[in-house]
């Protein structure tokens, strides 16, 4: 019997757009990746296809199903206990081209030939310096040290800061960054200079066409800000021939602090003063303490030649801008001294008789001490101190319980002897 056919459509698939382009269907075992053509249908008037729909089965799906039911041994994890990662900056500043550390030394004079000219009123010397970067190097954030050390040699001048100039010393560190940004610091480092004390010096002045002579007994080292003894004994005052003697009337000391300075020309400017190796040179007297006394000391007469002893206390106050000597090759020079004056007159005093009668002559006796001023050695430590022992200089360690062991008898070798 004949049988009725009917043809039923086959559900359409449709691929998802993307961009309003629909997609492709592609056969998977095909090498060629063309887009397979669809076919038209014959038919009717339905607008219905024929598509051939393929059941694609891969070997491995039965072998994954497997896995996926087998358990598995253990996980892993990952805990981050850190705070989200920030590069502050930006990157250019991470990396340094240079690095270096520079110690100078920096005379100033303040009376130079030409008054506003860097090159005459200062001149910078390095002593040491430090490369600590030299290539492009990067830099994380956070702090970074460099060590470095110096030893400073001891013929260098102290800082100082006088009348006419000033010495100066300071660490000058410069960085450069990647993209030419430059990074500069300075700190000033002062330099000390401290001289032991030693024996009291005497000194001896005299003073012709008379028979005075003057001992003075000073200190070998004055220190700023502080108080030293001066011990005197002047001789000589009675002259028995004459029937005259030397009265003290007044005594006066000050210390003078004396600078000196050469202040060279650059080369611009050294055709004012006739060319270059030659300076101008400047001296200043700064008084920084002074006194006055017009009793205090025991006179005695009755000796063969006489004689007066005074004694009193001299220094420096703490209040008084001063500085510490300084003998220095490149032009600067302080020094300080003590002056002492002595106020004495002539007066008549013939043989058994009170009557004494001024003659009306007097003289100024002037004498002059180089007086060494340092600082004060404080809590300072040498160098040879300061630095930590060698493993040459560390003794042996004692031994270890081990090696004790190891080394001693057994308690049986004992009783056997």
Same mark, same amino acid.
């Given at each position: 019997?004949?049988?009725?056919?009917?043809?039923?459509?086959?559900?359409?698939?449709?691929?998802?757009?993307?961009?309003?382009?629909?997609?492709?269907?592609?056969?998977?075992?095909?090498?060629?990746?063309?887009?397979?053509?669809?076919?038209?249908?014959?038919? &009717?008037?339905?607008?219905?296809?024929?598509?051939?729909?393929?059941?694609?089965?891969?070997?491995? *799906?039965?072998? @994954? &199903?497997?896995?996926?039911?087998?358990?598995? #041994?253990?996980?892993?994890?990952?805990?981050?206990?850190?705070?989200?990662?920030?590069?502050?900056?930006?990157?250019?500043?991470?990396?340094?081209?240079?690095? /270096?550390?520079?110690?100078?030394?920096?005379?100033?004079?303040? /009376?130079?030939?030409?008054?506003? !000219?860097?090159?005459?009123?200062?001149?910078?010397?390095?002593?040491?310096?430090?490369?600590?970067?030299?290539?492009?190097? =990067?830099?994380?954030?956070?702090?970074?040290?460099?060590?470095?050390?110096?030893?400073?040699?001891?013929?260098?001048?102290?800082?100082?800061? @006088?009348?006419?100039? @000033?010495?100066?010393?300071?660490? *000058?560190?410069?960085?450069?960054?990647?993209?030419?940004?430059?990074?500069?610091? #300075?700190?000033?480092?002062?330099?000390?200079?401290?001289?032991?004390? +030693?024996?009291?010096?005497?000194?001896?002045?005299?003073?012709?066409?008379?028979?005075?002579?003057?001992?003075?007994?000073?200190?070998?080292?004055?220190?700023?800000? +502080?108080?030293?003894?001066?011990?005197?004994?002047?001789?000589?005052?009675?002259?028995?021939?004459?029937?005259?003697?030397?009265?003290?009337?007044?005594?006066?000391?000050?210390?003078?602090?004396?600078?000196?300075?050469?202040? =060279?020309?650059?080369?611009?400017?050294?055709?004012?003063?006739? +060319?270059?190796?030659?300076?101008?040179?400047?001296?200043?007297? /700064?008084?920084?303490?002074?006194?006055?006394?017009?009793?205090?000391?025991?006179? %005695?007469?009755?000796?063969?030649?006489?004689?007066?002893?005074? +004694?009193?206390?001299?220094?420096?106050? #703490?209040?008084?801008?001063?500085?510490?000597?300084?003998?220095?090759?490149?032009?600067?020079?302080?020094?300080?001294?003590?002056?002492?004056?002595?106020?004495?007159?002539?007066?008549? !005093?013939? /043989?058994?008789?009170?009557?004494?009668?001024?003659?009306?002559?007097?003289?100024?006796?002037?004498?002059?001490?180089?007086?060494?001023?340092?600082?004060?050695?404080?809590?300072?430590?040498?160098?040879?101190?300061?630095?930590?022992?060698?493993? %040459? %200089?560390?003794?042996?360690?004692?031994?270890?319980?081990?090696?004790?062991?190891?080394? &001693?008898?057994?308690?049986? %070798?004992?009783? &056997?002897?």
């Amino acid at each position: 019997m004949p049988s009725l056919i009917r043809s039923f459509p086959v559900p359409h698939y449709v691929p998802y757009s993307h961009n309003g382009m629909p997609g492709t269907i592609v056969d998977l075992d095909s090498t060629n990746t063309k887009p397979r053509s669809t076919r038209s249908s014959r038919s &009717s008037n339905r607008d219905s296809a024929d598509y051939s729909i393929r059941s694609y089965k891969s070997s491995k *799906s039965s072998k @994954s &199903s497997q896995e996926s039911i087998t358990p598995l #041994a253990g996980s892993l994890h990952v805990q981050i206990e850190s705070p989200p990662i920030v590069c502050y900056g930006p990157a250019s500043e991470s990396n340094l081209e240079s690095l /270096k550390l520079t110690f100078q030394s920096t005379v100033t004079t303040k /009376k130079p030939v030409v008054f506003g !000219c860097p090159d005459c009123t200062s001149k910078t010397t390095d002593l040491n310096t430090w490369d600590f970067i030299t290539s492009t190097h =990067p830099v994380s954030h956070g702090l970074h040290s460099y060590p470095f050390s110096y030893l400073v040699p001891g013929n260098l001048p102290a800082t100082t800061d @006088s009348q006419l100039g @000033s010495i100066k010393y300071h660490l *000058s560190a410069r960085g450069v960054t990647n993209h030419g940004e430059v990074l500069q610091f #300075a700190q000033e480092i002062k330099v000390a200079r401290s001289i032991l004390e +030693g024996n009291d010096r005497n000194s001896l002045r005299i003073f012709p066409p008379t028979n005075l002579s003057a001992t003075l007994t000073l200190p070998s080292v004055i220190h700023r800000g +502080g108080n030293f003894p001066v011990e005197m004994r002047l001789e000589g005052v009675v002259t028995r021939t004459n029937f005259t003697r030397w009265k003290l009337r007044k005594a006066t000391w000050r210390i003078e602090e004396k600078s000196k300075i050469i202040s =060279p020309a650059c080369k611009v400017h050294a055709h004012k003063i006739g +060319g270059e190796g030659k300076g101008v040179k400047y001296e200043d007297i /700064k008084v920084l303490a002074t006194e006055e006394y017009k009793t205090g000391w025991k006179s %005695d007469f009755d000796t063969s030649d006489g004689k007066v002893e005074f +004694g009193f206390t001299a220094g420096i106050p #703490a209040y008084i801008t001063s500085t510490d000597d300084v003998d220095n090759t490149t032009g600067l020079t302080v020094s300080h001294n003590l002056v002492v004056e002595l106020i004495v007159a002539e007066e008549y !005093c013939p /043989k058994n008789s009170k009557l004494v009668t001024p003659t009306g002559s007097a003289r100024v006796l002037r004498m002059q001490f180089n007086m060494n001023t340092t600082a004060r050695a404080g809590m300072g430590i040498s160098w040879e101190d300061e630095c930590p022992p060698r493993y %040459d %200089d560390v003794p042996q360690s004692p031994p270890t319980y081990q090696t004790l062991v190891c080394e &001693s008898q057994s308690v049986e %070798d004992l009783h &056997s002897i």
